[in-house]
């Protein structure tokens, strides 16, 4: 992961502070975001605002005075929402008492591992992966452990002999990403029932998050429209929390809105732990997701039918023949393979200067991601087409 910061002795901070990393893809983002014509592939989100009907929903809510302290859990009518939405993505009954809302998917994974690592604790991580993991692991005083994935014609696998000999005395989570971002990396109900059986062998707590559940392009990894989840294998004294949010699906990422899933005895843990990271989620946010879920289907199957479109776009790089390129089975990433690269960093800079393109460095993902860039194709196909011409006609100079 990237390193830390460096701080003057003089103020004497916390290690886990001192220790957090920086963002790689902040680094990129913060160089070229101001730069005209860019084509900003970087993040992880869309090209399209929330909906009128999320946003009026907040509206209606600020109108009505809705500004005031609210429920540490969140409010009811989300939670049982959010309870329906499962329902119906699912197939089987859900409590709301499962779920508790959370400002962004971020404050819900902090939440995580705060209830289950600190000090001296390990938690493994496959890579690459998102690096705000090992972020909130860090600050959590705890140690991510980097554990590489196989990648071959087909694309990324576990390596499940090398993620069972990592575990140590000291591991106390792993943490799965289903669908991967950013290698787009989808878990079979096989590889869950693996991951499943190693973490109760060792006593392990699970962090599953599958926020781009919806976003899944491989057939044959395809169950009524979702990928599959630790929600098919799993029993209900399994120790798994998910983390969710509303980010990705109904293009609200800046509106940090998000939930953990959790067993309904960690209720009273969890309040409490919000009540000291946030004091709760502003309902008039939180109306705005009642909305989202209960108006959100059709939206959100015409960004899923453009990340599909997006897929095929982006695919034609392979035919560069400096890219390598398996195709990813869910999410909406294109983890690149740029042939002879020895630096992601460098070259995702490069192509700000010379392709006007903005594509976040896969080192950012972890040792495992040197060499490979990441892009969002979850954008307009002119938008795509164009990005795709560009950063063709710029890498045979960029890896000469």
Partial sequence: MNASVSIPSTFSLRPEAEQAPTS???????????????????????????????????????????????????????RQAIARYHENVYRKPFDSERFFVTSGGMPAMQLAFRMLCGNG??????TPA??????????????????????????????????????????????????????????????????????????????????????????????????????????????????????KNWAMTGWRLGWLEAPTELGQVIENLV??????????????????????????????????????????LAETGLVELPPPSGAFYAFLKIKGATSSKDIAFRLIDEANVGLAPGNAFGDAGEGYLRLCYLRKEQDLEEAVQRIGAALPKLVA
């Fill in 121 to 126: 604790d390990e938690v493994l991580i496959p």
């Fill in 275 to 316: 009540q000291y990271q946030t004091s709760g989620t502003p309902t008039f946010i939180q109306r705005a997701g009642v909305a989202a879920l209960e108006q959100g289907e059709e939206f959100l199957a015409t960004q899923i039918a453009k990340a599909k479109r997006g897929r095929e776009i982006v695919g034609q």
């Fill in 130 to 247: 998102w690096p705000n993991f090992a972020g909130a692991i860090t600050i959590s005083g705890a140690r991510p452990v980097a554990v590489p994935m196989n990648i071959d014609k087909r694309g990324w696998h576990l390596d499940f002999e090398r993620l069972e000999k990592s575990i140590t005395p000291r591991t106390r989570v792993v943490v799965l990403n289903s669908p991967s971002n950013p290698t787009g990396w989808t878990a079979s109900h096989d590889d869950l029932r693996a991951v499943l059986d190693m973490a109760r062998r060792h006593g392990l707590w699970i962090v599953a998050d599958e926020i781009y559940s919806r976003f899944v392009h491989d057939p044959a990894l395809t169950d009524e429209g979702r990928a599959p989840s630790f929600r098919d294998v799993m029993e209900p004294e399994d120790r798994i929390l998910f983390i969710q949010t509303f980010s």
């Fill in 24 to 78: 790689g893809i902040v680094d990129v983002f913060s160089y070229g975001r101001d730069k005209p014509g860019i084509i900003p592939l970087w993040v992880g989100e869309g090209d399209l605002p929330t909906p009128a009907f999320i946003s009026d929903a907040a509206a209606r809510s600020l109108k009505d005075g809705e500004t005031f302290y609210t429920y540490q859990r969140g409010i009811p009518e989300l």
